[in-house]
């Protein structure tokens, strides 16, 4: 929350203005866009006859009922206390994309075949590929980040040159490297090994970044302070400033956290079979790929829901000491 | 239909393809696009009259249908089975390759079978995965019959075949024994240096035709004349000859 | 040189890029004594106390405290620092601990205390500032008087040797003031050192056994407080007192 | 840099027992991994002999030769000022990896004859698709932010929809969606627009998560100041709070920014012809790619080094207000 | 009630969770009048006035400032806020901002005056708390006691109605405390109304009208100084009161 003004405003969606310009705004945009041909002009059929003969006439009773519903929608919502509002809307904007989906016909019985094997194969493959690397690329960042600061040349070096270089190369680029390239030094590595090698080479370089930027927002009172008990380098970082950089560090590490289930996939291309694999793979042979991508979206996305549940608890406890 | 009438009121026929498969369709040193599919759609193209653009958008895009007129047909060596029926129609098969099998130039392996209980590498989804499973049905028109000449222990499936190449080329039997892949690709790998080489007779032949999207039948019928035309005049072993070295619009 | 001195400053000068802050400091500090340091603002005397336990470098001259010179390449400046407790003008409370915890992780994590042990050195340096009903709150639930109370109490734990205050009680009410006046008049009988930055003319009268008087960078006076309020001899100093005095 | 502590550490590198330390385990390493075969063994052919028989005498002294010049050299740029120090340890890492490259056998006229088209067809496109995403994605993120942290009902619930979704998703599913969706509801969009929307929709959502943490991460002290002076809420967010969390910002930002040139790639799989489609395609007749991808990556780490650049101006410009 | 109550506290009450931080608030401040709020610490003195310019809301009563009743849905709350200026215990200075910028940026942004006038009004300000050649340093730059008096100038700046000071001169040394309240006096003779937390006896002394004493929430006595110091009625001001007058 942001810190917030002791005045509070009024309800925007129940003042008669914005409500009105919403529904003029709403009506427009499906005047513009002919909704006759959907569900919609179907659904509307007793009122305006066939919908594809219905004309400009049919045209605006279709976008004055949606617009009508949609003000309807808002103004009622906003009677209902804040987290109601939330998970209604949730609700709402869940239902849209899954109608969304529905344009795609998919077949539910293939996806309800396919999903134990997605799960058990591909989605336990993603996740722990994607959670042994972003452990070990936490550490690389920890390292890096103190490097990147110090006035050691040899470590503000290796680890600048290693945060740009690892950034800078595209992953699939560190996959090939590591996979392709280790052999020839004569370390013949596995697939899953080279997977987890290049991702956490790659996600530690971007975490380094952040780690950094993390700890250099801690202002310098709390160096003195520290200092000035006697605390040594190690305890200052590890007790006085990580703790505190944290609130600043874990949403951006979310983040990278949840770009790096996706970007497992990667491992793919060396044969690892991780989700994204099994999703293309899976629905080649019959076709229903589009089935095979939605699910595999869907397996994503409740995986990066867990996620993002963590994270907004580690960062509520770390918000304990700022609340007064 | 409406797809003819979009076509010759352009005067271009949109052609999506791959740019990654050569030497059926892949990007030259002019930095165009070329290859086997590539003058087989041109030559399409000339005999309706039109000119020709490419896209290249990827494999899941262009299977997933819902074309939306982007691009009105598709030449790039997609095998006929019943599944893509339902969605697209393949007015004309142009052409058949053959599978086969490469193994390491080290590879002790004289006959197929010796590669019983080895490692196999293919391309994940494709044809080659499915023979080397022992799991292909070609259910395609035309599609000539074919027998599983050996069993591996271990399929590993890759992206695309040149991964499988790389792994193949560390040694023999460092990653894999053998690649299954369509033997133009092999043979191309060999004249590019990779230290491999054909095993044993081709293992089967895959029927491959245009796509077109259902719904005009018109125009399919223009296409599958054309196609018709060319194999007739003999356009078509030509272009086999000068892209593969060999005439493979026939089965042997 | 006498076997009690503890803070020696020969001569100390040191720069920010062309200001020089400090100018030509003589200053000696015996165990136990008490001293006060006021002058203008701006003057140098934060950053005077802040180099006797090295938080600032400086850049000529020579500082040795409880026997250790101060230097560029020093092993154990932890050691000085462990034997030299600070309370900062702005508090500089570690806001993610609770109070407790503030005063806790000193004697645990350098002196090897146990959890309990230290809760119980804690919880007694909390009394004796008067706020151990707010051990378990965060820095930021505390009024800036609680704040700085928690400050002085977090040093306090570490038992050090000299204790350097830079206005200690600037953001405390005068009840609190005297409180903890008190507390660093006690601990000074217990043969604490203190070298304290402040302006309560009250506390410098009634507790200094110096007081020092400081404008830009150079200490101008020193004195007895009683010879300092009643007959300073430069004119800054008289200039300065009277200001003092007027309100 | 993080606050230096006044006190000055000695050179690590010149202490006898650390350079000892560091030779052992050098010769350690490498009497470990048996080097005679590479071109090192090649070298050392005049003192040990026919590298490939020399055997374990010939193993050792390859070790002890590598570690000997290893530790000379760091000794040596022990000495060196620091900015020279930073220098040489990078140029020695490029040389290294360069090296490393070298055991690919790359073709080098193929390379340079193919350049020309990846810069200017690949790059550019590349380039101009990131750059116009990142600033549709900050523009995004802004509004996500102050949504997300506000107490509107309807604002928060879409807004962590939305970072949710389109972070929970592929990015590759958010290109699908776009190019193959939309045309079902009746908009059909072109490729490059597609990928362009995607991308910024896709970032949008994490680096609302990024401009989320900064602007939490502001004192409240500087609402209640910006507030007590009668500053609203927009004068207080855009002149106040927003400059100051941007020191926190840039950093995570700067990697959306880098890993946004390499993700910018996907599009590739909607017909646009960008740098990696092209690395992908140009090589792949002749079995080059390897070159190709090589090359490539160098031109992603030159990109990615100019925003680096830029990246650390902009952070030096936010510094000045820290400097004392 | 007379026209010239500019602020006016009725029966005011604010909870903080389950803990009364203020109760039974009365109070009422005329045009040019100019108070000293002081009291022991946590007694609520900075919720009193930070309840002034709505930085805080309270629960209970009646606040009106300037002519403005302060409510939870008043749309005018930059109104008010614009006429009353705040000076905070910690400075809260723009750190992004050099000091000149500080002080421009209220006169710019909300009166709308030009970038040169700005700067003129924002110089003048500057030179009346001593600190004009400060103007291009960073807040960071600066000691304890330029930073407090940049704070001051900024709200200068804005020529409000109201001042309300907390503890405006903690981090001040005695010189510059004498100064700056100076400049408050001058500008009580302009009229303008102060509320200021000091425990600065002297200056209330000197110059407020009234003196009010807070313990626990509670005003617990008001007077003119020269009664409440002289004369307290309460047994805790006596307490407090001669707390003070011991050092
Ligand atoms: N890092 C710095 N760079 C440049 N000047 C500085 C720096 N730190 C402090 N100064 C200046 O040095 C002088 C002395 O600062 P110091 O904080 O020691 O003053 P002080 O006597 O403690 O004042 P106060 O009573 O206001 O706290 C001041 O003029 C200040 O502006
Ligand atoms: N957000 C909060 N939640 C709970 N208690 C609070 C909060 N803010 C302040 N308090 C408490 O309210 C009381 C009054 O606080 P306030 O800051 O008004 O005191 P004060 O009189 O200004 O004290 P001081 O002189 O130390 O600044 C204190 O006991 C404090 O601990
Ligand atoms: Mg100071
Ligand atoms: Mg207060």
């Given at each position: ?47 305006i006859g066939d919908p594809l003969q219905s004309g400009l006439y049919g045209r605006f009773a279709v976008a004055f009922v949606v617009a009508v519903i949609f003000s309807l929608n808002v103004v009622l919502i906003g009677f209902a206390p804040l987290k109601v509002q939330v998970a209604i809307v949730w609700l709402e904007l869940l239902g849209l994309f899954l109608a969304f989906f529905e344009t795609f016909h998919l077949s539910l019985p293939f996806i309800w075949q396919k999903l134990p094997f997605l799960i058990t194969q591909g989605a336990v493959t ?199 | ?180 892949s369509s033997l133009p690709s092999i043979i191309d790998a060999e004249k590019a240096g990779y230290p491999i080489k054909q095993l044993g007779e081709p293992v089967f032949y895959e029927p491959l035709a245009v796509a077109t999207e259902h719904g005009d039948a018109e125009f399919d019928a223009k296409i599958s004349e054309a196609v018709k035309d060319m194999q007739s005049d003999g356009t078509l072993s030509k272009l086999s000859v000068k892209w593969y070295g060999v005439d493979y619009t026939v089965v042997k | 040189m006498s076997m009690d001195l503890i ?70 400046v932890a050691e000085v620092r462990k034997n030299v407790g600070m309370v900062f003008q702005h508090f500089n409370l570690f806001p993610h601990m609770t109070v407790l915890m503030n005063c806790m992780v000193g004697p645990m994590w350098i002196k090897g205390l146990s959890a309990a042990e230290a809760e119980k050195t804690a919880l007694r340096f909390l009394e004796r500032v008067r706020i151990p009903e707010q051990a378990n709150k965060y820095p930021v639930q505390l009024s800036g008087g609680q704040q700085q109370r928690v400050a002085i109490a977090r ?93």
């Amino acid at each position: 929350m942001l810190y917030p003004d002791t005045v509070e405003a009024e309800v925007l969606v129940h003042k008669p203005w914005f409500v009105a310009m919403m529904f003029a705004i709403i009506l427009a945009v499906f005047l513009a866009f002919n909704l006759t041909g959907t569900v919609m002009g179907e659904l509307m059929r007793p009122v305006i006859g066939d919908p594809l003969q219905s004309g400009l006439y049919g045209r605006f009773a279709v976008a004055f009922v949606v617009a009508v519903i949609f003000s309807l929608n808002v103004v009622l919502i906003g009677f209902a206390p804040l987290k109601v509002q939330v998970a209604i809307v949730w609700l709402e904007l869940l239902g849209l994309f899954l109608a969304f989906f529905e344009t795609f016909h998919l077949s539910l019985p293939f996806i309800w075949q396919k999903l134990p094997f997605l799960i058990t194969q591909g989605a336990v493959t993603t996740l722990y590929v994607s959670a042994i690397s972003i452990v070990i690329a936490s550490v690389i960042a920890i390292l890096g980040a103190v490097a990147k600061l110090s006035t050691n040349g040899f470590a503000y070096a290796i680890a600048s040159f290693y945060t740009s270089f690892f950034r800078g190369l595209p992953l699939l680029m560190q996959v090939y490297l590591i996979y392709l390239g280790l052999p020839q030094l004569g370390f013949v590595i596995d697939a899953v090994p080279a997977g987890i090698l290049a991702l956490s080479l790659c996600y530690g370089a971007y975490m380094t970044e952040i780690f950094r930027s993390g700890i250099q927002s801690i202002d310098r009172g709390q160096w003195e302070a520290s200092r000035s008990i006697g605390f040594g380098f190690g305890i200052t970082m590890r007790r006085i400033i990580l703790p505190q950089a944290l609130p600043v560090i874990i949403p951006p590490t979310g983040n990278q956290f949840i770009s790096m289930l996706k970007d497992s996939s990667l491992v793919s291309v060396i044969g690892v079979w991780e989700l994204m694999f099994l999703a293309r793979t899976l629905g080649q042979k019959t076709f229903q790929h589009m089935e095979m991508l939605i699910s595999t979206a869907m397996i994503y996305w409740i995986m990066s829901i867990c996620l993002e549940l963590i994270q907004s608890r580690i960062e509520r406890h770390y918000a304990r000491s700022k609340v007064r | 239909g409406a797809v003819l009438d979009r076509v010759l009121a352009a005067k271009t026929l949109k052609v999506a393809t791959d740019a990654n498969w050569a030497p059926q369709s892949f990007m030259n040193d002019k930095n165009e696009l070329d290859g086997f599919d590539v003058d087989v759609a041109k030559d399409i193209g000339k005999r309706l009259g039109v000119s020709v653009e490419f896209v290249t958008p990827g494999w899941d895009i262009i299977t997933a249908g819902n074309w939306s007129g982007r691009w009105d047909m598709h030449v790039g060596s997609m095998t006929p089975t019943k599944a893509r029926a339902e969605i697209f129609d393949f007015p004309g098969i142009y052409y058949y390759t053959p599978a086969a099998v490469a193994v390491h130039k080290d590879s002790k392996a004289a006959t197929l079978a010796d590669l019983n209980d080895k490692a196999v590498g293919t391309t994940a989804t494709s044809t080659f995965e499915a023979y080397a499973k022992q799991d292909l049905t070609l259910d395609a028109a035309g599609a000539p019959a074919f027998k599983y000449e050996f069993k591996p222990k271990d399929v590993k499936s890759y992206s695309n075949s040149t991964t499988a190449f790389d792994d193949l080329r560390l040694g023999d039997g460092t990653r894999l024994d053998a690649v299954v892949s369509s033997l133009p690709s092999i043979i191309d790998a060999e004249k590019a240096g990779y230290p491999i080489k054909q095993l044993g007779e081709p293992v089967f032949y895959e029927p491959l035709a245009v796509a077109t999207e259902h719904g005009d039948a018109e125009f399919d019928a223009k296409i599958s004349e054309a196609v018709k035309d060319m194999q007739s005049d003999g356009t078509l072993s030509k272009l086999s000859v000068k892209w593969y070295g060999v005439d493979y619009t026939v089965v042997k | 040189m006498s076997m009690d001195l503890i803070i020696e400053a020969k001569d100390v000068a040191k720069w920010y890029g062309a200001f020089q802050v400090l100018k030509d400091i003589n200053l000696t500090v015996r165990k136990g004594e008490r001293i006060v340091v006021c002058g203008p603002s701006g003057s140098g005397k934060s950053t005077l106390i802040r180099c006797f336990n090295r938080l600032e470098a400086h850049q000529q001259g020579e500082i040795i405290v409880n026997g250790i010179t101060l230097h560029d390449k020093m092993r154990n400046v932890a050691e000085v620092r462990k034997n030299v407790g600070m309370v900062f003008q702005h508090f500089n409370l570690f806001p993610h601990m609770t109070v407790l915890m503030n005063c806790m992780v000193g004697p645990m994590w350098i002196k090897g205390l146990s959890a309990a042990e230290a809760e119980k050195t804690a919880l007694r340096f909390l009394e004796r500032v008067r706020i151990p009903e707010q051990a378990n709150k965060y820095p930021v639930q505390l009024s800036g008087g609680q704040q700085q109370r928690v400050a002085i109490a977090r040093s306090l734990c570490m038992e050090p040797a000299i204790m350097l205050f830079d206005e200690p009680t600037s953001a405390l009410d005068p009840e609190m003031v005297s409180e903890v006046l008190d507390t660093m008049t006690s601990l000074a009988k217990d043969g604490m050192t203190m070298v304290c930055v402040t302006h309560e003319m009250g506390f410098a009268r009634a507790v200094a056994d110096r007081v020092i008087f400081m404008n830009s960078g150079q200490i101008v006076e020193e004195g007895n407080p009683q010879a300092f309020f009643t007959n300073p001899k430069h004119e800054r100093t008289r200039l300065f007192l009277s200001q003092i005095l007027k309100h």
